[in-house]
């Protein structure tokens, strides 16, 4: 299947800092998602993109749809504590079903 | 309250004997899908089932079946469990309007491990 490749793989930061991650793929999707998971707990939509070049914010996070469509990335500014968890990107492909291609996650942790 | 309701949260079985996970949402989606999570290789598809009695395959479908007999349930069954099925399962659904980029909502999670 579509593979995402995501990156970094784990980020350890101080609290207040900026956070950046992305994600690139070899084909093209029509849907980027951001997904925050929390530990013990099941992922949560943090941002969708629908058009190549959208920039959308959500608070303190921002996340761009590439104008290839090939790739997203996601900022945090400012983080805070409870910004700590995995990040998944995650792409949808609308070809006669809705299956969402999931990176393979940015791990988040702050250091106090 | 809206949510996607997986039991049991943690699972430890021997290699071949069946198990059943069970997974429930109470907002009427359409669209049910069953992933499994691994450490460097992020969320995998299992099944995926777009209404009642219609399931596919995901990336991932092999030691795995599923059922859709009603909208709100789609239990995932290991009939011979091995080794490697040992990860973290989660089920998520989506209203399935099929417009694109409808938010998958995800249950907590069980955890299996197979001995």
């Known amino acids: 299947g579509q593979q995402l490749n995501q990156s970094p793989q784990s980020m350890f930061i101080q609290e207040g800092e900026d956070v950046s991650m992305n994600c690139t793929s070899s084909s093209i999707f029509n849907t980027w998602l951001w997904y925050k998971q929390d530990p013990g707990e099941g992922p949560v939509l943090l941002i969708a993109?629908?058009?190549?070049?959208e920039l959308t914010s959500n608070g303190r996070l921002t996340a761009q749809f590439g104008i290839t469509r090939k790739d997203s990335f996601l900022n945090i500014s400012a983080s805070i504590p409870s910004d700590v968890g995995i990040y998944f990107c995650?792409?949808?492909?609308?070809?006669?079903?809705?299956?969402?291609?999931f990176g393979t996650g940015t791990r988040l942790t702050i250091i106090p | 309250e809206a949510q996607v309701t997986q039991n049991p949260r943690y699972l430890i079985t021997v290699t071949g004997k069946k198990l059943t996970v069970t997974c429930s949402q109470n907002m009427n989606h359409e669209y049910m899908s069953w992933y499994r999570q691994d450490p460097g290789l992020g969320l995998r598809q299992i099944y995926y089932s777009m209404n009642v009695e219609v399931t596919d395959k995901g990336d991932v479908p092999e030691g795995y079946k599923v059922s859709r007999k009603e909208k709100r349930n789609f239990p995932l069954i290991l009939e011979s469990p091995s080794p490697n099925q040992t990860s973290l399962y989660f089920c998520?659904?989506?209203?399935?309007?099929?417009?694109?980029?409808?938010?998958?909502?995800f249950g907590n999670g069980t955890r299996l491990t197979v001995t």
């Open positions: 998520a659904s989506s209203p399935g309007d099929y417009s694109w980029g409808s938010p998958l909502h």
């Open positions: 993109l629908y058009k190549a070049g």
């Open positions: 995650a792409g949808l492909s609308n070809f006669g079903n809705e299956k969402l291609t």
